[in-house]
């Protein structure tokens, strides 16, 4: 049976996919090439509309293979979410090692792998469940450690709940995944990555954090005089089952 996809849908999927295949890494194998194709689909369609068979006409491989390799769409599945999370564990490294304020649209020109891999986290985001957990609970974790890098750099300040304050700017942050287009349109742009709309967004947002919206510590010092829990000076404070 053959396989039809608009031109249009084609051509996009093919960009996303050749940015994908461009990775450094020397992993160019039969089930690279379906996760990375995978990947490219996902973060254009999400995981409800893409078939098996959809992911290997755009791996170039018949179906077969996927279930050869990953077992099922829910192996294949797995397989995108772990390697997504690997890489955001490395280029956790990149961005701390290229300063405070990296560029992106530099930095995405030498890692164009990375625009698929956040349309990808965006969809994983959108649909829920514990996919979107998961993802959440890694990147609060990879925050707080950057956080605690950037504190004993000197360019972040310590927080008496460190881990809460990572939840925090998580949950903030998750918002440009979950409406990165509306954020975009609304900054007069197209797409959150594109140069000038995402530049816009970081400026504002370092303005932000840097020049706090608050300036009058009464309403924390109000807070600290109540009688509440202490939080953890570590940040070790996590939900209890209930």
């Known amino acids: ?6 031109h249009r849908d084609l051509t996009s999927l093919e960009r996303r996919f ?6 450094s890494r ?4 039969t089930p690279a090439r379906i996760r990375d ?14 078939t098996s068979r959809q992911i290997a006409a755009a791996a170039g491989v018949p179906v077969g293979l996927v279930n050869y390799h990953f077992g099922s769409k829910d ?10 999370i690997e890489r955001l564990a490395e280029d956790k490294g990149l961005i701390l090692g290229a300063g405070p304020l990296p560029r992106m649209d530099t930095y995405i020109d030498d890692h164009p792998e990375l625009r698929p891999i956040t349309e990808y986290i965006g969809q994983c985001m959108r649909s829920g469940g514990p996919v ?15 956080m605690a890098l950037a504190a004993d750099g000197g360019t972040f300040r310590r927080y ?8 925090i700017l998580v949950a903030y942050g998750a918002g440009a995944s979950l ?12 797409n959150l990555l594109d140069t000038d709309t995402y530049n816009r967004y970081v400026r504002t947002t370092i303005e932000i954090y840097t020049h706090p919206l608050i300036i009058d510590e009464r309403y924390l010092d109000a807070l600290d005089a109540q009688d509440m829990l202490p939080a953890s000076a570590e940040g070790d404070i996590r939900k209890e089952n209930p």
Request: charged share 25%; with cysteine; proline share 3%.
């Open 26 to 29: 020397p992993d160019r194998s």
């Open 37 to 50: 194709a995978a990947v490219a689909y996902v973060g254009e369609h999400g995981w409800e509309k893409a």
């Open 75 to 84: 192996g294949l599945r797995q397989a995108c979410d772990d390697w997504v």
């Open 179 to 190: 409406f990165g287009d509306t954020i975009a349109r609304l900054l007069g742009g197209t």
């Open 1 to 6: 049976m053959g396989f039809k996809f608009a």
């Open 18 to 23: 050749n940015m994908l295949n461009v990775s």
């Open 132 to 146: 979107a957990e998961h993802f959440f609970e890694r990147m609060v974790e990879l925050t707080q450690e950057m």
């Open 160 to 167: 008496h709940d460190p881990y809460a304050a990572a939840v």
